[in-house]
């Protein structure tokens, strides 16, 4: 039996699942969630606790049981809390803006990047502009938002400029030792 696919979800307050076959809607306080899910899948609401069975101890519906209890989790979890990720910009004249709900990265190159925001997500930007907030309800989306951000300039090894996540540690590398001898 999977670890995982066998835990139970505890739905919170004001949280409601519709299940109608194998596509489930999750509707909360920040939004609503809808996926369908492997038809040999089997979810079941019960007493406010979501389980997910599966039929056979076959290779792929092993798999797709935790696999199909971790994504209800994150819907659960979505429309109940939320998620964010939090993006640091090193590097001189590196920094982010907003501009109404759009992001403008400034990074370095001939032009400033620009990112609009998707559906139930936003950005956020502080003072000084050194870092960025992405908040949504879908992880998959705020995660692929993210990735997309620090693609546009990683952190390099020799200074570390560029655009990490929050926590990340960039292995550095000495640079030249320089000219020795005459």
Do not use: C
């Not at 998620?83 to 907003?98: C, D, M, N, W």
């Not at 870092?131 to 998959?140: A, F, L, M, Q, R």
């Amino acid at each position: 039996m999977s670890r995982i696919g066998k835990a139970p979800i505890q739905l919170p307050d004001r949280v409601e699942v519709d299940i109608r076959g194998n596509h489930v809607t999750v509707k909360g306080p920040k939004g609503e969630l809808s996926r369908s899910f492997d038809p040999d899948m089997e979810i079941v609401l019960e007493d406010g606790v979501l389980t997910v069975r599966r039929p056979t101890d076959h290779r792929l519906h092993r798999a797709m049981h935790g696999l199909t209890r971790a994504l209800l989790a994150n819907m659960v979890i979505g429309v109940s809390d939320g998620y964010s990720k939090v993006l640091e910009i090193e590097g001189t004249g590196y920094r982010a803006e907003l501009q109404g709900e759009k992001l403008v990265l400034y990074l370095g190159f001939s032009h400033p990047i620009e990112f609009q925001p998707p559906q139930h997500v936003s950005f956020e930007v502080p003072r000084g502009g050194r870092s960025v907030t992405i908040s949504g309800i879908d992880k998959e989306v705020v995660g692929e938002i993210a990735a997309r951000i620090r693609r546009q300039r990683p952190p390099e090894p020799y200074k570390g400029k560029g655009v990490r996540y929050q926590g990340e540690r960039v292995r550095r590398k000495a640079g030249k030792a320089g000219r020795v001898g005459g």
